[in-house]
């Protein structure tokens, strides 16, 4: 070999040093787990220190949160596979690879709020299938992809506030024992029908904090067994006829502070068994009051002053009044015409 062809190899050598420096992951102890990380901030192994220390009465946890962690290799979770619950917040993943919780396959608790996150890779939970609690809240999440959900057959609570999740029909298709959705804060300018399709269990639905502006009529058709509905901080002008039939079931329904002008006969057909209605902070000016005859047990906040008397009693009011508001959080004041 010539000298040239020496020089090559050498170069070749420190170029791969340069890029792929062997030797300096640096472990350290954190809450009870040895926490390898290369100088990348990549994740490289996690093992226990104290396997006792880790262990609550129903789970072993891995908390990892708040160590920069960027990215995870994929023999990072070998030598904790019996855990049960992931802590990982806080930390500043972009990318969730499909390999990442393959070998947690006992998890049924998995947090990774407050991260950088944009995608997750299509079958990054299909290993996960005792999942019951995923939390995705501050993230940067707009698109989840159509099969994301492969393996969450028992995923029961899914919180992913604070991101910039664009919906569509059939998005959740697949998380067939999902109880509780939390989708507040996501900039959501529209729902469209059938977003909510195949998610027979829903009791809780958070909508909060969105950009909401209507609803169409058949948006929650399926949501039968449904026992909280916010729809609160949107900027909804109407509710459209039938939109809360099968609906009864529903206990507390926020729809305070949007822009709601008048609510009309039928609007909230249907919900018989409401406990809490939440209705302060709209533009309220009409009101068929015979919207509550059939709300037995009803609790309306802010309430109406009608003719200059609280009404106690709102299912014994009848015909239509014209009011106007007093403060977000005082009582409507309305006369009879
Ligand atoms: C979990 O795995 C670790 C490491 O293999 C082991 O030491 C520990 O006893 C296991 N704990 C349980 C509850 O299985
Ligand atoms: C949303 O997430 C961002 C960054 O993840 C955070 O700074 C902000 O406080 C969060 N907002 C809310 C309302 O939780
Ligand atoms: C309101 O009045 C109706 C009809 O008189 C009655 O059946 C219902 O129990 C009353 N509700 C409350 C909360 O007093």
Redesign the pocket.
């Known amino acids: 070999m010539n000298l040239s062809g020496i020089t090559l190899i050498l170069l070749d050598i420190l170029l791969k040093c340069r890029s792929n420096p062997v030797g300096t992951t640096d472990c350290r102890v954190s809450n009870h787990l040895y926490v390898c990380l290369n100088d990348l901030n990549h994740l490289e192994n996690l093992a226990f220190e104290d396997t006792t220390a880790v262990q609550t009465i129903d789970d072993i946890e891995l908390h990892i949160e708040s160590l920069d962690i960027t990215d995870t290799s994929e023999k990072s979770f070998h030598d904790v596979r019996n855990a049960t619950a992931l802590y990982m917040s806080d930390n500043r993943l972009r990318l969730i690879r499909k390999y990442y919780f393959h070998a947690l396959d006992q998890l049924t608790y998995l947090d990774l709020k407050?991260n950088d996150i944009t995608e997750i890779e299509d079958g990054a939970f299909v290993r996960v299938s005792s999942l019951e609690t995923l939390l995705l809240d501050?993230?940067r999440i707009t698109r989840l992809g159509p099969t994301i959900w492969k393996g969450l057959t028992s995923l029961r609570e899914l919180y992913a506030t604070?991101n910039s999740i664009v919906l569509r029909k059939n998005i959740f298709r697949g998380l067939r024992q999902l109880e509780t959705l939390a989708l507040d804060?996501n900039e959501i300018t529209d729902i469209p029908t059938g977003t909510f399709n195949a998610l027979p269990h829903m009791d809780l639905l958070y909508l909060s904090r969105n950009e909401i502006t209507s609803l169409h009529q058949d948006l929650f058709r399926g949501l039968t067994e449904l026992n909280e509905l916010d729809l609160s901080r949107n900027r909804i002008t109407s509710i459209p006829t039938g939109l809360f039939r099968n609906m009864a079931s529903l206990d507390s329904l926020w729809i305070n502070a949007n822009r709601i002008g008048s609510l009309q006969a039928g609007c909230f057909e249907g919900l018989e068994g409401l406990s809490f209605l939440f209705l302060s902070g709209n533009e309220l000016e009409s009101v068929d009051m015979s919207i509550f005859e059939m709300m037995g047990k009803v609790s309306i906040e802010p309430g109406f002053i009608i003719d200059g008397t609280l009404s106690v009693n709102l299912t014994i009011v009848k015909g239509f009044v014209r009011c106007e508001s007093t403060g977000s959080q005082e009582p409507y004041s309305c006369e009879e015409v």
Request: charged residues 0%; glycine residues 20%; neutral net charge.
């Open positions: 407050n501050g993230n604070n804060a």
